[in-house]
């Protein structure tokens, strides 16, 4: 028996070669006369849209067929085509669904329910907050508090002040960068640092002040000592971050994911953290494709491999959930100096300051290759050039080892890529996922700490592309505080700081390959640019519906630009009523 989906080809393809005229009754779910041949009936047709495909065979088109959760064909293919729901678009701009290839969903829906330190300017004001949320609690509650920025306050929360504040509480407060955090002395207690007791993991820091008492700071994996007291998060409570989350995401044109590391590690969150997805998927919360990157922690040998238990490797699940890279820390963060890098950070940090790789090298190396070996896709974080270099070196022996041809290994962030990174990197078909947006948010800050000479090292763009690299969009939500699509793209095009400066303008990409980014470029970072990232028969019907062109409007705009719905699969996942589109 026949599929709908070939029906509909195979119908697509007989009028394209003249075998016949197919009309139908639109919403009628009846075949108009004259059909010699059977059509099927579409799920959805989407005319008087102005699409941009990025498909170079038909650049533009102005309706859209969708069955089956894909969609059949575009304009004339399908324009008399019957079909169960027809909308008319009104002329609205019409994109491939956007993609973060790299944020973290779970713990940007954990922050949503924390108090929000990002738009906080000044100690006076930091306190203020914390003492308003203590008084709502309980003498052994928590406050936790989220996106601080050391550079707005002029440093660090003091730890005394925040005992003030907190009436002694527990008090937690998460960086900005999500690579560091203040705490109080009540949880530098309970986490045996006061004391003495604490093990602190390879690759974190504990800070202490010229006193030798510590200051409340803890670097990198040293946050595992206060993920010790509150973790694992129960599943509910993770499924119901993920329901918010995807809500916002939904909002901003989001039709794709990559959450960036579970389940291990500082950056995991229950040992169950996939269940959580399922959960929300289950329940019809999930309104994104979502690829999950585990984190090297939760792998281990499995009958003489590495990998998961029952031997599950990246490309498990379908086309709404599956598993992806291998997720591993080489080293920290600009902002937090904590990043590995050759020469050392400007000004405070001091001669020897050349950041924290994020284990021993013959760790990382061990578990990257063993994860190559297992046939895993391994996703590295390294930001520091540094950390880029061992993580090349480490890809290249992994190559020589086991040549995978089309593996696709990837540098999430690879923040300072030096010049002569770039030739290894498209010659080991490498891929970079830098954040563009992290310019405009913390680029004064970065520049502070890794000087000017080094800036047109970061976050490159424009050298990926004259290398042969795609550029992939992603956002590292929540490290940063606004991290929609739009806003990536116009930063991508821009470079532009909080103070107005313009971060390396040879970087800068025109407004097309910024959302090529968000589309084509973050499909191919997940190997995935056969079924996603474009419109054309075949692919999924991931749409976003736009006010107005992000390839057309000044630069400065691109970031405004209102979402009128968005589509997953033919459905919409926002904007339902305003285009009355099937649920």
């Known amino acids: 028996m026949q599929s709908r989906v070939s029906v509909a080809l195979e119908v697509v393809v007989r009028r394209r070669a003249g075998a016949g005229h197919a009309r139908g009754w639109r919403d009628s779910g009846r075949a108009g006369a004259g059909c010699a041949y059977p059509v099927a009936m579409l799920d959805l047709l989407l005319r008087d849209v102005r699409a941009l495909t990025l498909n170079p065979a038909h650049p533009r088109a102005h309706t859209i067929g969708v069955l089956g959760g894909r969609i059949i064909g575009v304009d004339d293919e399908v324009a008399e085509l019957p079909a169960r729901h027809v909308v008319d678009g009104d002329g609205a701009i019409v994109t491939p669904g956007f993609s973060d290839a790299h944020n973290h969903m779970v713990w940007y829906g954990l922050s949503l329910a924390e108090t929000d330190l990002s738009t906080v300017t000044t100690p006076e004001q930091l306190y203020d907050v914390v003492a308003a949320e203590a008084a709502k609690l309980p003498a052994d509650g928590w406050v936790i508090g989220s996106g601080y920025d050391d550079f707005a306050l002029g440093g660090h929360p003091d730890r005394a002040a925040l005992d003030?504040?907190?009436?002694?509480?527990?008090?937690?407060?998460?960086?900005?960068?999500?690579?560091?955090?203040?705490?109080?002395?009540?949880?530098?207690?309970?986490?045996?640092?006061?004391?003495?007791?604490?093990?602190?993991?390879?690759?974190?820091?504990?800070?202490?002040?010229?006193?030798?008492?510590?200051?409340?700071?803890?670097?990198?994996?040293?946050?595992?000592?206060?993920?010790?007291?509150?973790?694992p998060y129960p599943v509910g409570d993770l499924a119901d971050a993920i329901?918010?989350?995807?809500?916002?995401?939904?909002?901003?044109?989001?039709?794709?994911?990559?959450?960036?590391?579970?389940?291990?590690?500082?950056?995991?969150?229950?040992?169950?953290?996939?269940?959580?997805?399922?959960?929300?998927?289950?329940?019809?919360?999930?309104?994104?494709?979502?690829?999950?990157?585990?984190?090297?922690?939760?792998?281990?040998?499995?009958?003489?491999?590495?990998?998961?238990?029952?031997?599950?490797?990246?490309?498990?699940?379908?086309?709404?959930?599956?598993?992806?890279?291998?997720?591993?820390?080489?080293?920290?963060?600009?902002?937090?100096?904590t990043a590995a890098v050759t020469a050392p950070f400007c000004g405070h940090g001091g001669a020897d300051d050349h950041g924290l790789l994020g284990d021993d090298p013959d760790v990382l190396r061990k578990a990257i290759l063993a994860a190559h070996h297992g046939g895993w896709r391994v996703a590295a974080h390294a930001i520091g050039d540094r950390a880029i270099d061992l993580t090349l070196d480490i890809f290249e022996q992994a190559q020589r080892e086991l040549p995978r041809p089309g593996v696709r290994h990837r540098i999430e962030h690879a923040a300072m890529t030096r010049p002569e990174h770039l030739a290894r990197m498209a010659a080991l078909d490498v891929v970079p996922?830098?954040?563009?947006?992290?310019?405009?948010?913390?680029?004064?800050?970065?520049?502070?700490?890794?000087?000017?000479e080094r800036m047109p090292w970061v976050y490159r763009s424009r050298s990926f592309v004259d290398a042969g690299l795609p550029v992939v969009g992603s956002s590292d939500r929540p490290c940063v505080s606004a991290g929609a699509p739009l806003l990536g793209m116009q930063s991508l095009v821009e470079r532009k700081t909080k103070s107005g400066a313009v971060a390396s303008p040879d970087e800068c990409v025109d407004a097309e390959q910024?959302?090529?980014?968000?589309?084509?470029?973050?499909?191919?970072?997940?190997?995935?640019?056969?079924?996603?990232?474009?419109?054309e028969r075949g692919t999924y019907a991931d749409l976003v519906l736009l006010d107005d062109d992000p390839t057309a409007v000044p630069d400065s705009k691109i970031g405004e630009i209102g979402v009128q719905a968005t589509l997953v699969a033919g459905r919409a996942v926002h904007g339902a009523d305003r285009f009355s589109f099937p649920e």
């Open 164 to 231: 003030r504040a907190g009436g002694g509480r527990p008090v937690w407060l998460k960086h900005r960068s999500a690579h560091m955090a203040t705490v109080s002395t009540r949880i530098l207690e309970l986490t045996g640092v006061l004391d003495g007791s604490a093990v602190v993991p390879a690759g974190g820091a504990v800070e202490r002040g010229a006193d030798g008492e510590p200051t409340g700071l803890l670097a990198e994996q040293a946050q595992q000592l206060v993920d010790r007291l509150v973790k």
């Open 514 to 535: 910024a959302l090529r980014a968000f589309t084509t470029g973050a499909a191919y970072a997940a190997g995935q640019e056969n079924v996603r990232g474009h419109i």
């Open 243 to 337: 329901t918010r989350a995807s809500a916002v995401y939904a909002a901003e044109g989001l039709t794709h994911v990559t959450e960036a590391g579970i389940g291990g590690g500082w950056i995991g969150h229950s040992p169950a953290e996939a269940a959580a997805y399922q959960i929300a998927r289950a329940r019809g919360d999930l309104n994104q494709r979502v690829e999950l990157m585990p984190a090297r922690e939760v792998l281990h040998e499995v009958d003489e491999a590495y990998g998961l238990d029952l031997g599950l490797r990246t490309g498990f699940g379908d086309e709404f959930l599956r598993i992806g890279p291998m997720k591993i820390f080489t080293d920290g963060a600009l902002s937090s100096r």
């Open 433 to 452: 996922v830098p954040q563009a947006r992290f310019l405009y948010e913390i680029g004064d800050t970065i520049a502070d700490a890794v000087g000017q």
